[in-house]
């Protein structure tokens, strides 16, 4: 079916089968939804949202306002593109919000990962105890 402008529900709202609502939705209780859905404008969750399958997000800006992003993945993909190339990764990488920003970024002139600030090794880490010759492949 279809839904048209301000559609207000204080209770339940369960949609069964292929559904289009258009304008301004407010469901105050539980929006059940089993089929295909089609929701056209700004769509706010004023509690937790749950997605169960995968979430596609299709857009050129997506913010994740929060104070902890746990993410299962070991590995991140960045400036991911149909067709990549050393070009389109030019300057890709992490920018650190700061007083000043520091920044990883990978620079395909050099053929190297580039940061702006120094990095440092930690004390207890295998290459801080090797010698200075070792580590420049004298010794």
């Known amino acids: 079916g279809k839904l048209d402008t301000n559609i207000q529900v204080a209770g339940t709202l369960g949609v069964t089968g292929a559904s289009t609502l258009t304008g301004n939705t407010t469901v105050g209780g539980t929006l059940g939804v089993t089929g295909t859905s089609t929701l056209t404008g700004n769509v706010t969750a004023g509690g937790n949202l749950t997605v169960t399958g995968n979430l ?81 492949g004298l010794g």
């Open 56 to 136: 596609t997000v299709s857009g050129t800006q997506t913010t994740i306002n929060t104070a902890t992003l746990d993410v299962e993945d070991k590995n991140i993909e960045i400036a991911k593109v149909s067709s990549p190339s050393d070009t389109t990764a030019a300057d890709a990488g992490i920018t650190i919000k700061g007083a000043t920003d520091k920044t990883l970024l990978w620079k395909s002139a050099t053929n190297s990962l580039s940061s702006n600030v120094k990095l440092a090794e930690n004390a207890g880490s295998s290459a801080f105890h090797r010698p200075l010759t070792t580590m420049l």
